[in-house]
């Protein structure tokens, strides 16, 4: 039972970072921009909170940074993709490669592999929720995670009203469904992408100070492995919708749990079990892809 355990506990932990991301990137995806600079953002995310942190000596101060630093980036991608009508993938993977030359840059004046923090270390940030935490089984899945996470997951919901609840979430999706119908009712359309994308930006600074100050009190360049890549996936799969889409990030996340897991029972072959969530996310998306084909295509019959 304890395998288990460890494994749902595991699977929240793992998903919390590509859950923040995709709930940042749907409202882009509804504006039909495609934010292919998550990856970088969050990225930038780790990268600020631990480095300001060290810098400070002040966790406050490596929070707002990280917030302040994917805020600047959101603005510079939507000035680039939505005001100057720029491939937003190619300014995404520009934004990607900056991020990571400029933390390898900062790595190198201070002639270190990594960043750590020597003044806190992980559990310092854990919540443990005396009530939950002495319910059998669900007090070691449900306690003692970090703030972020507890609010990745409240955020579900608050995410679902304003997509759906909210003028704001209603003007997003008509910015991105029709924009000549939205500018003939008035709205500013770069307004509201500018907007989508700067949220983007605000969870995805979340996730990167997840990873890397709240679960490690440590960054290393590239730590975040692809993840940002794996939201949009999520994403795509769950077509925008805050539930579908976080749905996928808690699936992907799972994968990675199992991994994890297994390779601590694997030996030497342990290193296989790190294509697991890779498998797994190209089955997903290859299913999902088949089935919008086939519904698409008994529409079209129809």
Same mark, same amino acid.
């Given at each position: 039972?304890?395998?288990? =355990?460890?494994?749902?506990?595991?699977?929240?932990?793992?998903?919390?970072?590509?859950?923040?991301?995709?709930?940042?990137?749907?409202?882009?995806?509804?504006?039909?921009?495609?934010?292919?600079? %998550?990856?970088?953002?969050?990225?930038?995310?780790?990268?600020?909170?631990?480095?300001?942190?060290?810098?400070? *000596?002040?966790?406050? %101060?490596?929070?707002?940074?990280?917030?302040?630093?994917?805020?600047?980036?959101?603005?510079?991608?939507?000035?680039? *993709?939505?005001?100057?009508?720029?491939?937003?993938?190619?300014?995404?993977?520009?934004?990607?490669?900056?991020?990571?030359?400029?933390?390898?840059?900062?790595?190198? %004046?201070?002639?270190?592999?990594?960043?750590?923090?020597?003044?806190?270390?992980?559990?310092?940030?854990?919540?443990?929720?005396?009530?939950?935490?002495?319910?059998?089984?669900?007090?070691?899945?449900?306690?003692?995670?970090?703030?972020?996470?507890?609010?990745?997951?409240?955020?579900?919901?608050?995410?679902?009203?304003?997509?759906?609840?909210?003028?704001?979430?209603?003007?997003?999706?008509?910015?991105?469904? =029709?924009?000549?119908?939205?500018?003939?009712?008035?709205? =500013?359309?770069?307004?509201?992408?500018?907007?989508?994308?700067?949220? *983007?930006?605000?969870?995805?600074?979340?996730?990167?100070?997840?990873?890397?100050?709240?679960?490690?009190?440590?960054?290393? =360049?590239?730590?975040?492995?692809?993840?940002?890549?794996?939201?949009?996936?999520?994403?795509?799969?769950?077509?925008?919708?805050?539930?579908?889409?976080?749905?996928?990030?808690?699936?992907?996340?799972?994968?990675?749990?199992?991994?994890?897991?297994?390779?601590?029972?694997?030996?030497?072959?342990?290193?296989?079990?790190?294509?697991?969530?890779?498998?797994?996310?190209?089955?997903?998306?290859?299913?999902?892809?088949?089935?919008?084909?086939?519904?698409?295509?008994?529409?079209?019959?129809?």
């Amino acid at each position: 039972m304890s395998f288990i =355990n460890g494994i749902i506990y595991d699977s929240v932990y793992h998903a919390v970072p590509i859950l923040l991301c995709v709930l940042g990137g749907i409202f882009a995806y509804k504006a039909n921009v495609l934010n292919i600079a %998550l990856e970088g953002m969050m990225l930038a995310g780790a990268f600020f909170s631990v480095l300001v942190s060290y810098q400070t *000596g002040s966790i406050a %101060l490596g929070y707002l940074a990280a917030i302040g630093a994917c805020l600047v980036i959101g603005l510079v991608f939507a000035f680039f *993709g939505v005001t100057c009508k720029g491939n937003v993938i190619i300014i995404g993977l520009a934004v990607n490669m900056s991020v990571t030359a400029v933390a390898g840059f900062v790595l190198q %004046l201070m002639n270190s592999a990594n960043i750590k923090l020597d003044f806190a270390n992980a559990a310092d940030f854990k919540i443990h929720i005396p009530f939950i935490e002495s319910i059998p089984i669900l007090g070691s899945i449900l306690s003692g995670h970090t703030l972020i996470t507890y609010i990745s997951f409240v955020s579900i919901v608050l995410i679902w009203i304003l997509m759906y609840r909210t003028k704001f979430g209603i003007y997003v999706r008509v910015v991105g469904e =029709n924009e000549d119908s939205a500018k003939s009712l008035g709205l =500013n359309t770069n307004k509201y992408r500018y907007l989508a994308v700067l949220l *983007g930006g605000l969870f995805c600074a979340l996730a990167g100070t997840n990873l890397a100050l709240e679960r490690m009190t440590i960054f290393t =360049n590239g730590m975040t492995a692809g993840r940002g890549f794996i939201a949009i996936a999520a994403i795509y799969c769950g077509r925008g919708d805050p539930l579908s889409s976080s749905m996928y990030a808690v699936i992907f996340g799972l994968a990675r749990a199992l991994a994890v897991n297994l390779s601590l029972y694997a030996g030497a072959a342990a290193a296989v079990f790190d294509v697991i969530p890779y498998i797994v996310m190209t089955v997903v998306l290859t299913a999902v892809s088949m089935i919008k084909y086939r519904n698409h295509k008994a529409r079209g019959v129809a």
